[in-house]
């Protein structure tokens, strides 16, 4: 009993680890875009970072890469690359990160949810359609909340939409995380920095180095490799189904570090909003799986009296399956 508590503890601590990280990087691209860098700069210490550390991972898995088909290495790069950060950071101008922390994941999970009933014919089911409703509900009152829908606000919806369908590609070519995130940075360093050296404006020069120092460190190794173990870590202690519930929890971190950290403001409308999208996430996500164990739990007794009353040779068929 002591290593299973152990244990679970471990996992809710690394499970923590990857939320407050995740979390932490939305609250971070606002503070650059709002203080001494821009986007492009922001995106540009992220995947240069991220590049550097991860390129051995590529090399080290050559056979498995040459496997993926191109299209599909261009479409990672592209919706969970840097298009997909420089699109949040730009979007950081206008929104709040409380709402990149609700919109982001939100739109990401009802896109999904349709996407892979479209595409892959998932059957989506009574618990995730009380999900999907919720979740629009807390997204609807968020934007609310904020007052002016701005295009940052959309930005971020179409951020989730992208998210979504890098989502699909992985799952389609069944990629390792770590070789997915070892793809998406090298792919966006050799795309992106030319162009940035080149041609886009930069901010970078004259800023202050230790917020070079700080933004590189976040989003370069924090983000793309510290968040990456702790998930996986996470997932190895907790299970798949608590795993894949981490992202629900996003929009409640966004908002308590947003105020921590930025100092926005955290009114009774964005709390409800923030947990609205959270109880809808959580649904999404990992609904049937959390019910269908809750159905097990609460029959257990039941099923063992039956067991118990089973011969020999029945009970052990049972067990085995």
Do not use: C
């Not at 709040?96 to 479209?118: D, E, R």
């Not at 295009?151 to 070789?179: E, K, S, V």
């Amino acid at each position: 009993m002591a290593i299973n508590s152990r244990k679970i503890l471990s996992g809710l601590g690394w499970a923590i680890i990857a939320i407050t990280i995740w979390s932490g990087s939305l609250v971070f691209l606002r503070l650059g875009v709002m203080t001494s860098l821009n986007a492009y700069d922001l995106t540009m210490l992220r995947f240069g970072v991220a590049a550097l550390i991860l390129s051995p991972v590529i090399f080290h898995r050559t056979i498995k890469t040459a496997r993926i088909r191109p299209v599909s290495l261009i479409s990672m790069v592209a919706t969970f690359g840097a298009p997909y950060v420089l699109l949040i950071a730009m979007a950081m101008k206008t929104a709040p990160a409380t709402a990149a922390g609700a919109l982001n994941p939100g739109v990401m999970a009802i896109a999904s949810l349709l996407l892979g009933w479209i595409i892959f014919n998932d059957r989506i089911g009574p618990v995730r359609v009380v999900g999907l409703i919720i979740t629009t509900i807390g997204i609807i009152l968020f934007t609310r909340a904020d007052g002016t829908v701005t295009i940052g606000h959309l930005i971020l919806g179409g951020t989730g939409i992208m998210w979504a369908i890098y989502a699909l590609i992985i799952r389609r070519a069944a990629i390792p995380a770590l070789h997915a995130t070892a793809i998406i940075a090298v792919g966006s360093a050799l795309v992106y920095l030319p162009v940035y050296l080149m041609i886009l404006p930069k901010q970078i020069v004259s800023a202050p180095i230790m917020d070079v120092l700080i933004q590189a460190g976040f989003q370069g190794i924090l983000v793309s490799i510290v968040a990456l173990y702790a998930f996986n870590r996470s997932t190895e202690l907790l299970g798949p189904t608590a795993g894949a519930s981490l992202p629900a929890l996003i929009p409640v971190a966004t908002l308590s570090l947003s105020v921590l950290i930025l100092n926005e403001t955290a009114g009774a409308d964005r709390v409800a909003s923030a947990i609205l999208v959270t109880m809808g996430l959580a649904l999404i996500l990992v609904g049937p799986p959390a019910m269908r164990r809750l159905s097990k739990f609460d029959l257990y007794g039941l099923n063992r009296k039956k067991r118990d009353t089973a011969n020999p040779i029945e009970q052990s068929s049972g067990d085995m399956k």
